[in-house]
């Protein structure tokens, strides 16, 4: 097996300097603050509906005129009014939306395609991280108002902003330092993109025809449709379309559903759902190595998601034990939160680097954002979807529904699948014929 560029050469830690471990850093940092505020949403979600929605809890308590409205500023001010929060929360939604492919692209420009499995993997549990550091910031104000999870987590992430806007640099040309790109055309490309255009990746030849500076110039931002053109946008982003609206789902329902199905405190609720984004942390590394290894994303995706399914319905039977609930929503998270991770990152940066656009660092962020940008309107019709189906037939049929998206997901994936694994079989085979 030809293994990739970063163990031929020696440590992967060898090749970056202080400036890598900064940016690293500061971006997965800076996304695990968005995430924590997203988090927030959902640990306060039972007093919420005990707040907002009394007849679900008490017949005899009348609802306000004006409902559902939250926040710390306008819980003291005593100001609701629907308008306003649907206002502000589409401006919410609208600045969460930018974080995403904004981080992906810087670490894009620092971080080239050797061992990008391993280092993304690595970085995009930053939104796990932030999950659980939202699940602790709400749960430690929790008893004196729902309202103080909002207020630390926004001035949490309000300070955060300014490290991040005087510490970041975007890339390594402000500095003065080279880019991924030009580094990687005096290397010998001994290791193959991972997601490549062509039906026989074994037959690829690099180019090394020699470019004046006023063709490399040319290479710019691509329009939305030449993004979806690009091989494997498509799919992928339909497959994060489905796998998002699933991985969400636990992220705003979790402690949610362990408090309204098991009768468990919020608090304690709050606590037990970090074990989904433990699992997710640890399946994103292993298998951003495991693909780093094997130079192909989508086997590993396939037999990841196939074992989630598994691992659904082994969860949606858990018993009323925190122990064995915890460890089977570790599980869960390992196999669902691992894959939503790597298509966000490691695949949504290889898109981005393909042989066609290589030149273009704006490429990536329009790639990360089609592929993002699909897995949120999965994410958002998902939530309404789970709303009914609970309240139609069930938490149970909730758990089908998640099931349903998965294979969903292996489905826009396959034919990818198929490719990278008759490329796999004819590495091999080309292999056992040169000994």
Not at 253 to 262: A, D, E, H
Request: aromatic content about 14%.
């Amino acid at each position: 097996m030809a293994w990739p560029n970063v163990f031929q050469r020696g440590s992967l830690l060898s090749q970056f300097s202080h400036h890598h471990v900064v940016v690293f850093l500061l971006t997965f940092f800076s996304y695990s603050l968005l995430h924590a505020s997203r988090k927030t949403f959902s640990n306060v979600k039972v007093s919420i509906s005990e707040q907002w929605t009394p007849s679900a809890f008490n017949t005899s308590v009348e609802l306000p005129v004006e409902v559902f409205v939250f926040g710390a500023l306008t819980e003291w001010l005593r100001f609701y009014n629907k308008w306003l929060y649907c206002c502000l929360w589409i401006v919410n939604g609208l600045l969460q939306s930018t974080g995403w492919p904004c981080v992906v692209a810087v670490m894009g420009n620092w971080f080239g395609k050797a061992g990008r499995g391993v280092v993304f993997g690595l970085w995009s549990a930053c939104a796990s991280v932030g999950n659980i550091l939202g699940a602790c910031l709400a749960s430690s104000v929790l008893q004196y108002g729902y309202e103080y999870a909002f207020l630390v987590t926004a001035s949490v992430q309000f300070a955060g902003g300014i490290v991040i806007f005087f510490g970041l640099l975007v890339s390594p040309e402000e500095i003065g330092l080279s880019g991924i790109e030009a580094e990687e055309n005096f290397e010998e490309d001994s290791h193959r993109p991972l997601i490549n255009g062509g039906e026989n990746e074994d037959e690829y030849e690099p180019n090394y025809s020699i470019q004046d500076d006023s063709s490399v110039a040319q290479v710019k931002a691509i329009s939305f449709y030449q993004a979806c053109c690009l091989p494997g946008v498509i799919p992928y982003s339909l497959a994060y379309a489905c796998l998002k609206l699933v991985n969400y789902s636990f992220f705003f329902w979790l402690p949610f559903y362990l408090s309204n199905n098991f009768g468990w405190k919020e608090a304690e609720a709050d606590k037990l759902s970090i074990w989904y984004d433990v699992g997710g942390i640890i399946g994103g590394t292993l298998q951003g190595f495991i693909s780093d290894v094997l130079q192909k994303r989508a086997p590993v995706l396939a037999l990841s998601l196939l074992l989630a399914v598994g691992s659904l319905i082994g969860y949606s039977r858990s018993p009323n034990d925190k122990s064995i609930n915890a460890l089977l929503m570790t599980v869960t998270g390992f196999f669902i939160g691992g894959p939503s991770n790597m298509i966000s990152s490691a695949i949504s940066a290889d898109l981005g680097r393909q042989e066609l656009i290589q030149r273009s660092s704006e490429a990536l962020a329009t790639v990360t954002g089609i592929v993002d940008g699909s897995g949120s309107i999965g994410a958002a019709v998902g939530q309404y979807l789970v709303s009914l189906i609970r309240d139609k037939l069930g938490w149970m049929w909730v758990f089908y529904f998640f099931i349903l998206m998965t294979s969903c997901t292996i489905v826009f994936i396959s034919p990818l699948i198929v490719r990278e694994i008759f490329s796999l079989v004819l590495r091999r085979q080309a292999h056992i014929l040169r000994e």
